[in-house]
Nanobody, 115 residues
Framework: QVQLVESGGGGVQPGGSLRLSCAAS????????MGWYRQAPGKQRELVAI???????NYADSVKGRFTISRDNAKNTVYLQMNSLKPEDTAVYYC?????????WGQGTQVTVSS
């Protein structure tokens, strides 16, 4: 089993920044990729960014150039630095870990971008 604990959400004005953190514990040896997804009201959950064990990254087109995913292997933590935030970035953000046999999800953290 893998446990994921997210932190760092909140409210920010358009153009502002936030950093989300996701700390993993448990059977982390089974994880080969971690990422962030988001779900806005009335919409499907979508991939925001992903980082593999080898450090390869991939981003949704809507966040390229504004968001950066990174990892601290010593702390078993993945970060999502979000800059130049827009109202359309408002959503619940979920941390995801892809394991050998299943995917794991965090509880979600709300990000609200509003003036």
């Amino acid at each position: 089993q893998v446990q994921l604990v997210e932190s760092g959400g909140g409210g920010v004005q358009p153009g502002g920044s936030l950093r989300l953190s996701c700390a993993a514990s448990g059977s982390i040896f089974s994880i080969y990729a971690m990422g962030w997804y988001r779900q806005a009201p009335g919409k499907q959950r979508e991939l925001v960014a992903i980082i593999t064990r080898g450090g390869n990254t991939n981003y949704a087109d809507s966040v390229k150039g504004r968001f950066t995913i990174s990892r601290d292997n010593a702390k078993n933590t993945v970060y999502l630095q979000m800059n130049s935030l827009k109202p359309e970035d408002t959503a619940v953000y979920y941390c995801n870990a892809d394991g050998i046999t299943r995917a794991y999800w965090g509880q979600g953290t709300q990000v609200t971008v509003s003036s």
